[in-house]
C-alpha cells in the first residue's frame, strides 16, 4: 500500500518524503529547477485550466464546488490509472504544490482521492 501526503515545494525536502510528485501545472513562482528535488512532474493530474482559473477568483466561497468537480475530472481522466502504476511500488509519495493556501488546494483533493484507491 502507499501513502499519499502532501507538501509546499517552498519546504525543505526530506528522506521521508519518499517519491516527491510535482502536482502544479505551472512552475512555482521563485523556485529554481535546480533547486526543486523531485520524481516526477504530474501535469496531467492537475485541474483543468476552466476550473483552475474559476476557482481562483474566490477560493473561500468555491472550495466545495472546486473540490467535487475537480475530483469528477480525476474519475473521468484516462491519466489516473498511469500515475497510479507509476506510484505503486512506493511506500511513501509526497504531493508537491506551491499553493499558499494548504487547506484549499487542489493537491488536498488529489491525496484525498488518491487515498481512496489505495
Known sequence: MTLITIKRVYEAPSPNDGYRVLVDRLWPRGMKREDLKFDYW???????????????????KRW?????????????????APFIHRIKPFPKVTLLYASKNEER???RVLEQYLGTLF
Do not use: C, I
Open 64 to 80: 466545495g464546488a472546486f473540490a467535487d468537480m475537480y475530483q469528477k475530472e480525476l474519475e473521468r481522466s484516462a491519466d489516473v
Open 105 to 107: 488546494n487542489h493537491a
Open 42 to 60: 504530474a501535469k496531467e493530474l492537475t485541474p483543468s485550466n476552466d476550473l483552475r482559473k474559476w476557482f481562483h477568483a474566490d477560493v473561500e
